[in-house]
Structure formats: structure tokens, C-alpha cells
């Protein structure tokens, strides 16, 4: 899987849209980003994932860029319970997931 | 929604004593569940791949004879950490993939083993 490279933390603040960065510059053509967040002593959960097109749901947006070599995850609204460490993940559609460091994302009053 | 529970939440056990942590789909079927390790301001390492009636995958490092992993049915798979220490102290998660259907993982909420 290609390796993703991520600031190590930001502040937002609540109600503002998060713009989470994420570079994949050897990413493959087969390769999607999946997107994962894990709040403080929880498990990770799921946020999204695309492979070329934009993607959006209930959560937040994924912008790819033309390239493919980076993207930004997008929390429209951030609320305090968005606070957590985000991982963005190049991986192609096997099972496994390789976790990097992540950014802590802390969302400010 | 997929939903996959681990179970105890927390652990305290003696050194040298064995601990069975338990991880469950709850509305689907998994062939194939994970079973990930987090230390303390860590991301998390995956430590073995384990699929439905047959023996788990471990990484490269992981005592497979240390920890050991079933998983008899498409809803369960058990990661039983066998002999431990103070050292195998951790946060032990496990994530589910469906069946059928997506790649996604689902995760489950982690269970913090404390090793005295």
C-alpha cells in the first residue's frame, strides 16, 4: 500500500469546516483512500473512501485531486465530539489496513 | 449498521495468567475479522488475520504460540493472550469485514488489558 504522509495535529474551530490533508504521491492506480477517525480509548470508525471521483456522505467530504497524488477530508460543520485522530489510508481492495500516525485534530469552542 | 462488539471493555490480570478477549459481529457475518494492538500515544499494529474455520495469518513478529486466535463461527473470533506480562499491557482492538458486500472494516470499541 502507498505510504500517506499527514500534518501531526490541527485546531479547528466548532462550526467551522475541517480541512484534513492527506498526501499519497505514489498512490496506484488501483489503490483507494479510505479515510478513518478514532476518538480517544474507542475503536476506529469508518468516515469514507473514493478512488478518483469526489465523495460525499453523512459525515464529511472526500476531494481527490486530478492526480490522485493527495487529498482533503472535509468536515463541513466540526462539532467538540469531531476531536479526535484521523487517518488517511492508500490501500487497494484487499483487507488489510495500515495505520500511520494520523493527525489529532482537536476542535476548539 | 455493522456492529462489532469486544468483550470484556477492560481487563486486569496477574503475570502469567491467560486472558480471552472476545470479538463479535453482531449484525452481519464476518469472514474474515483483525485483531490490532495500540500502545499508549501509538497507532495501531495489525497482529494477525483470522478467518472463519481456518487457522489466523499473524504479522511478522507477533508469537503466534502467545496469542492465540480462533474463530469457530462467521459472528466470533477470540484472541487469547496466553502466559502474559506486563509488557503485553494494551489496548487490543478487532475489526469484522462483512461477508458479503464493501472492503470496509468495522471496529470494535477496544479492550484495554492491564497486566500486574
Same mark, same amino acid.
Given at each position: 500500500?502507498?505510504?500517506?504522509?499527514?500534518?501531526?495535529?490541527?485546531?479547528?474551530?466548532?462550526?467551522?469546516?475541517?480541512?484534513?490533508?492527506?498526501?499519497?504521491?505514489?498512490?496506484?492506480?488501483?489503490?483507494?483512500?479510505?479515510?478513518?477517525?478514532?476518538?480517544?480509548?474507542?475503536?476506529?470508525?469508518?468516515?469514507?473512501?473514493?478512488? $478518483?471521483?469526489?465523495?460525499?456522505?453523512?459525515?464529511?467530504?472526500?476531494?481527490?485531486?486530478?492526480?490522485?497524488?493527495?487529498?482533503?477530508?472535509?468536515?463541513?460543520?466540526?462539532?467538540?465530539?469531531?476531536?479526535?485522530?484521523?487517518?488517511?489510508?492508500? $490501500?487497494?481492495?484487499?483487507?488489510?489496513?495500515?495505520?500511520?500516525?494520523?493527525?489529532?485534530?482537536?476542535?476548539?469552542? | 449498521?455493522?456492529?462489532?462488539?469486544?468483550?470484556?471493555?477492560?481487563?486486569?490480570?496477574?503475570?502469567?495468567?491467560?486472558?480471552?478477549?472476545?470479538?463479535?459481529?453482531?449484525?452481519?457475518?464476518?469472514?474474515?475479522?483483525?485483531?490490532?494492538?495500540?500502545?499508549? $500515544?501509538?497507532?495501531?499494529?495489525?497482529?494477525?488475520?483470522?478467518?472463519?474455520?481456518?487457522?489466523?495469518?499473524?504479522?511478522?513478529?507477533?508469537? $503466534?504460540?502467545?496469542?492465540?486466535?480462533?474463530?469457530?463461527?462467521?459472528?466470533?473470533?477470540?484472541?487469547?493472550?496466553?502466559?502474559?506480562?506486563?509488557?503485553?499491557?494494551?489496548?487490543?482492538?478487532?475489526?469484522?469485514?462483512?461477508?458479503?458486500?464493501?472492503?470496509?472494516?468495522?471496529?470494535?470499541?477496544?479492550?484495554?488489558?492491564?497486566?500486574?
Amino acid at each position: 500500500d502507498a505510504k500517506t504522509t499527514q500534518p501531526p495535529s490541527m485546531d479547528c474551530a466548532e462550526g467551522r469546516a475541517a480541512n484534513l490533508p492527506c498526501n499519497h504521491s505514489t498512490i496506484s492506480g488501483n489503490e483507494y483512500v479510505y479515510w478513518y477517525r478514532q476518538i480517544h480509548s474507542q475503536g476506529p470508525q469508518y468516515i469514507i473512501h473514493g478512488l $478518483k471521483n469526489n465523495e460525499t456522505n453523512e459525515m464529511a467530504s472526500l476531494i481527490i485531486t486530478e492526480d490522485r497524488k493527495s487529498s482533503t477530508l472535509i468536515l463541513p460543520h466540526a462539532t467538540l465530539r469531531d476531536t479526535a485522530v484521523y487517518y488517511c489510508i492508500a $490501500k487497494s481492495n484487499d483487507y488489510k489496513l495500515s495505520f500511520g500516525a494520523g493527525t489529532t485534530v482537536t476542535v476548539r469552542a | 449498521g455493522a456492529v462489532v462488539s469486544q468483550h470484556p471493555s477492560r481487563v486486569i490480570c496477574k503475570s502469567g495468567t491467560s486472558v480471552k478477549i472476545e470479538c463479535r459481529s453482531l449484525d452481519f457475518q464476518a469472514t474474515t475479522m483483525f485483531w490490532y494492538r495500540q500502545f499508549p $500515544k501509538q497507532s495501531l499494529m495489525l497482529m494477525a488475520t483470522s478467518n472463519e474455520g481456518s487457522k489466523a495469518t499473524y504479522e511478522q513478529g507477533v508469537e $503466534k504460540d502467545k496469542f492465540l486466535i480462533n474463530h469457530a463461527s462467521l459472528t466470533l473470533s477470540t484472541l487469547t493472550v496466553t502466559s502474559a506480562h506486563p509488557e503485553d499491557s494494551s489496548f487490543y482492538i478487532c475489526s469484522a469485514i462483512r461477508t458479503s458486500g464493501s472492503y470496509e472494516q468495522y471496529f470494535g470499541p477496544g479492550t484495554r488489558l492491564t497486566v500486574t
